[in-house]
Structure formats: structure tokens, C-alpha cells
């Protein structure tokens, strides 16, 4: 007991004194699963928009793997991404392997399906007399769908907030892509990790530290997100 409690005060020392190699690895951390977000909501938004406004064969079928994509297992994507990444891969001459770039695109695929499919939801759950008060304005089709897209912004927020929590948290399919090199691709979860089997439990503490109030502010955030729609609504 009273070395964890030796251990975390050092660990609160090493965040005090503003540490470069504790640093670095926040920001790194930081910066991947802040652009994997980007690209995950740039095309998650309007897949789930698509599919809650516009039918065509099969789009059930299609919710369905969405959903089913939301419980995608870290490690096989990794795997996938890996063998893609690979030297001998598909785009192996892009060099990207054991890069920041493939962390990003290996938590953009994690964060994706949650966007997607929470977007369909909340877009899919706009009251029905809201839509059809649009459309008995004389709303063109493209005009109705901007307007229904709009009335559920904030459920489409909360889904980007999701995915985010989701790609922050990562740390099997980053570990087989990104390599966890220290100074280059090292995150915070991989670092965790790393620490831990070293005995280095100061810089692990510290990183879990941040990762735990990193945690807590986007479950506030989301939980804020989810209030401010229901008293829209």
C-alpha cells in the first residue's frame, strides 16, 4: 500500500513538472485519436444520415452490420490493417506501418460504425410530426433532409463524442500497427501498457491519470450533449 501510494505521489510530481517524454506521449495520443475522429465523422455523419433518409434494398441489412461493426474486436482490426499496411500488403509502398498515420487509420475504422450507426439512431428517432410539419411547408426532398439532419444535431454530436471515447480507449489495434516506438508512435494506452510490464509504474500512473479525467470529460461532455437534446425536445 504504501508503494502505490509512493508511486502515485510520484506520478503527480511527474505532471507538475510538465515532463517532455510524458508530454510528447499525451500529445501524440491526443492529436491520433483527435484526426481518427475527424475522419471517422466525416464519414460516419453522412453514412448514418444516408441511411436513415434514404431507402433502397437491402437497408436493413445494412443497420444490421452497422450495429454488428459497433463491437468490432481491436484486435482483428489491427490485423487487417496490418496485413494491408504490410510490407507485402496491398499498400505496403506507402511505407505506413509502425506510423502515427496507421494508429489514425486503425481507430478512424474502431470510431466509424459508432458514428454511423448512433447518427441512424438519432437521426432515425426525429418525432415523425416534426418531419411531416417539414414537408407540409413545401420543403424540397434535399431542403427536408437538411432540416431533419439539423433537428437531430445533437444526437449526431453525442455520436461523434462516442466514437471519440471509443478510438481514445484503443490500445490492441494500435499496438500492432503503431509498434509503440518511443517518441514517434508511443500513446498513451500503448505506453500503459509498456510501463507496467517494465515496473515503471510513476509514468504509468501519471498517463492513466490523464487518460481517466480524459475519460470523465468526454462522458460529462456527452452527458451534457444528451441533456441539451432532450430539453430541445
Known sequence: MQEMASSLARAFELLLSLDPVLYGIIFLSLQVSGLAVVAAAALGVPAGAGLALVRFPGR?????????????????????????????????FLGLL????????AQTILAFPIVAALTHAGIASVDPIVKDAIRSLGATTSQAARMIVIEARYA??????????????????????????????????????????????????????????????????????????????
Do not use: C, H
Open 60 to 92: 436493413e441489412a445494412v443497420v444490421s452490420l452497422l450495429n454488428t461493426f459497433m463491437g468490432l474486436p481491436p484486435v482483428v482490426v489491427g490485423l487487417v490493417v496490418y496485413l494491408i499496411l504490410s510490407r507485402s500488403g496491398p499498400m505496403g
Open 98 to 105: 509502425y506510423s502515427p498515420t496507421a494508429m489514425i487509420v
Open 156 to 233: 449526431i454530436l453525442a455520436a461523434v463524442i462516442a466514437g471519440y471515447g471509443r478510438a481514445a480507449a484503443e490500445v490492441g489495434a494500435v499496438l500492432m500497427v503503431g509498434g509503440n516506438v518511443e517518441g514517434y508512435s508511443r500513446v498513451m494506452t500503448t505506453a500503459i501498457a509498456l510501463e507496467t510490464s517494465r515496473g515503471d509504474f510513476e509514468l504509468a500512473l501519471a498517463l492513466g491519470i490523464v487518460l481517466l479525467f480524459l475519460s470523465l470529460v468526454v462522458n460529462l461532455a456527452l452527458r451534457a450533449v444528451q441533456k441539451r437534446g432532450a430539453l430541445v425536445r
